[in-house]
């Protein structure tokens, strides 16, 4: 069976050798912001003979492609997604590294009006939160954050959960 970005690869027109389904698999697979790093110790545990050179190549070239975005989020490392994932928005716990997605339909809305106001069509947008956790912040559980009076935001996934 196909992966979602095995599938986007063959859609451009990719020739898909077996290494190269085998990263596109651990990529769609991936419920998290991988590095390379990270995508060649899970891919080896696919196929051993998948070299680091070789998952650099295919990055590079999903990249190119518009399969995979980079994405920075301090650390000094490269973390990839799939393009195609949705409109969402990343905060990163800056003690942690933790990213957090979340979406945001009233700022979707505000970047559109900001761009009509300006005399455009907004095209696309990206936005990349870097915060501190309050220290009487009540800590996040796996559905989401805790919101006033008790009830979880679905529109808010911790990295690895929902993807």
Do not use: W
Not at 39 to 55: F, H, P, Q
Not at 68 to 92: N, P, Q, S
């Amino acid at each position: 069976m196909e992966s979602r970005i095995e599938r986007l690869c063959i859609d451009r027109g990719l020739k898909m050798t077996g290494q190269r389904r085998v990263i596109a698999r651990v990529l769609s697979e991936a419920e998290d912001h991988p590095d390379v790093e990270e995508l060649y110790r899970r891919a080896t545990g696919l196929d051993s003979r998948i070299s680091v050179a070789t998952v650099y190549r295919t990055v590079r070239l999903l990249e190119e492609k518009g399969i995979l975005e980079r994405r920075d989020f301090g650390g000094g490392r490269a973390r990839y997604e799939a393009t195609e994932h949705g409109h969402h928005y990343h905060l990163i716990d800056i003690d942690t590294g933790k990213v957090i997605e979340f979406e945001d339909a009233e700022h979707e809305q505000l970047m559109r009006q900001i761009a009509t106001r300006l005399g455009f069509d907004l095209v696309s947008h990206r936005m990349e939160l870097f915060a501190r956790r309050r220290a009487d912040a009540p800590a996040a559980k796996n559905a989401g954050h805790a919101q006033p009076g008790g009830s979880q935001d679905p529109s808010i996934r911790p990295e690895g959960k929902d993807r």
